[in-house]
């Protein structure tokens, strides 16, 4: 299975972005997934994550983004989301897209297994 992230783009401050990714080669399984990313010169960070509990998903995210971000995810395609609003310059980076070992939310790199190439996000002041 891959994972390919898109959506990535240049957008003015206080704007919008929906970063979508999707899997090949396979389905997403019963797994979390989360979002992650990487400003240059510094370490991947977490952004957000959604757990796999059928119709009840869990949700999870850094602080901050929350209120301005919302992941979601669509089983049926093999696709999750983040709809990224009220962006900030301090948001640029590039966003990675990842699958959890588990079904539950998790917020270290270190415990997700499969990796996206990554999309860049460019927020203009």
């Known amino acids: 299975v891959q994972l390919q992230a898109s959506g990535g783009g240049l957008v003015q401050t206080g704007g919008s972005l929906k970063l979508s990714c999707a899997a090949s080669?396979?389905?997403?399984?019963?797994?979390?997934m989360g979002w992650f990313r990487q400003a240059p010169g510094k370490d991947r960070v977490f952004v957000a994550a959604?757990?796999?509990?059928?119709?009840?998903?869990?949700?999870k995210y850094s602080d901050f983004v929350k209120g301005r971000f919302t992941i979601s995810r669509d089983n049926a395609k093999n696709m999750i989301s983040l709809q990224m609003n009220s962006l900030k310059p301090e948001d640029t980076a590039v966003y990675f897209c990842?699958?959890?070992?588990?079904?539950?939310?998790?917020?270290?790199?270190?415990?997700?297994?499969?990796w996206g190439q990554g999309t860049l996000v460019t927020v203009s002041s």
């Open positions: 990842a699958r959890a070992r588990g079904i539950s939310v998790q917020t270290r790199s270190d415990q997700y297994a499969l």
């Open positions: 080669g396979g389905t997403f399984g019963m797994y979390a």
């Open positions: 959604i757990s796999w509990r059928g119709p009840g998903d869990t949700t």
